[in-house]
């Protein structure tokens, strides 16, 4: 069973940075593709970004690409959302996920945390 755990949330001014990490442990890291979603206060979940095992390939929603960046460390069990030029319809709850495929619908990911809280005022 892999656990997941986020950090790295806060609140920020709109056109600051924010990295939020999420580190994974209890599996095999590297078996597992990751991805960062988000869900707003009254609006579903929605997919922010995806990478592959490796860390070879990534994939972004529209509306961050640019914006953000994941990336991740297998050495050290972590994934990483780098957030630029932050807006405030950015403000949700951002979770991290851990699957066996690479994806940006979050069915596919099997392991969830627990979400950490982006709060982007103007």
């Known amino acids: 069973q892999v656990q997941l755990v986020e950090s790295g949330g806060g609140l920020v001014q709109a056109g600051g940075s924010l990295r939020l990490s999420c580190a994974a442990s209890?599996?095999?890291?590297?078996?597992?593709?990751m991805g960062w979603f988000r869900q707003a206060p009254g609006k579903e979940r929605e997919f922010v970004a995806a990478?592959?095992?490796?860390?070879?390939?990534?994939s972004y929603a529209d509306s961050v690409k640019g914006r953000f960046t994941i990336s991740r460390d297998n050495n050290k069990n972590t994934i990483y959302l780098q957030m630029n030029s932050l807006k405030p319809e950015d403000t949700a709850v951002y979770y991290c996920?851990?699957?066996?495929?690479?994806?940006?619908?979050?069915?596919?990911?099997?392991?969830w945390g627990q979400g950490t809280q982006v709060t982007v005022s103007s």
């Open positions: 209890g599996g095999t890291f590297t078996s597992y593709a």
């Open positions: 990478i592959t095992r490796s860390g070879s390939s990534t």
């Open positions: 996920a851990g699957g066996y495929s690479y994806s940006g619908s979050q069915t596919r990911y099997e392991y």
